[in-house]
């Protein structure tokens, strides 16, 4: 089955410090979410980026689907980031999309 | 005002009682899912509804049973609890599209519904 491996598993970074969030899948994906886990459970849609870069605000998620990665760009961290960053991928193989998650990087972000 | 709702927030039941977890979703769409999340393991898929019908059944057990009332509408029943079901249950949408048999849907989800069997 496709398994979804993220990387780091934790991040500690002083504000203002730029994180770098990995995502390698085993299988194509022609789906692909980048969400955010507050510490309260809450899941937030970030990025839909099955291929190329796209950029939210200080996020930049760039996939490359051949080689099966894709990675989260935060720049200038603030507190309110901190949480778990989930990659979230969907093989297209369903009718309707069914998501395998990774484990998420844990990111704290202190003043 | 929320997209998706789940009700309740929190929710404690005993073994070998039952119960249903609500979701509703005012995003217009016509695709609806549930996933679980436990402590142990990262978020798994359930099952996926489209226009009411059931698309995917990712859970082994046939304790577990949607019900869709309304298009908008889809909860989750689960019989004779056990403890290993502690979990956050969080419901999802998305407007499913197929583009030369590949979709591009983009999921949303709900706040999650954690709950605890004693």
């Known amino acids: 089955g496709q398994q979804v491996q993220q990387s780091p598993a934790s991040l500690v970074l002083q504000e203002g410090e730029n994180a770098e969030l990995q995502c390698n899948f085993s299988?194509?994906?022609?789906?692909l979410q980048w969400f955010y886990q507050s510490p309260g459970g809450s899941l937030v849609s970030l990025l839909s980026n099955p291929s190329g870069t796209k950029h939210t605000g200080r996020l930049t998620s760039t996939t490359v689907t051949k080689e099966r990665r894709s990675s989260l760009h935060i720049s200038s961290s603030q507190t309110t980031d901190s949480g778990t960053y989930l990659c979230?991928?969907?093989?297209?193989?369903?009718?309707?999309?069914?998501?395998?998650f990774g484990r998420g990087t844990r990111l704290q972000v202190y003043a | 005002d929320p997209k998706i709702i789940q009700k309740p927030k929190y929710l404690v039941a005993v073994t070998g009682s039952e119960k249903i977890l609500i979701c509703e979703q005012y995003l217009g769409h016509n695709a609806m899912y549930w996933y679980r999340q436990s402590a142990k393991k990262p978020l798994e898929f359930m099952f996926s509804y489209s226009y009411q019908k059931l698309m995917d059944n990712q859970t082994a057990s046939s304790r577990f049973q949607p019900q869709s009332s309304k298009k908008n509408h889809l909860d989750l029943q689960i019989t004779a609890l056990k403890p290993d079901d502690s979990a956050t249950y969080f419901c999802?949408?998305?407007?499913?599209?197929?583009?030369?048999?590949?979709?591009?849907?983009?999921?949303?989800f709900g706040p999650g519904t954690r709950l605890t069997v004693l």
């Open positions: 979230a991928i969907d093989p297209g193989t369903q009718v309707v999309g069914q998501l395998t």
């Open positions: 299988s194509t994906a022609t789906q």
């Open positions: 999802a949408s998305s407007a499913p599209f197929r583009d030369w048999g590949v979709n591009y849907a983009e999921q949303f």
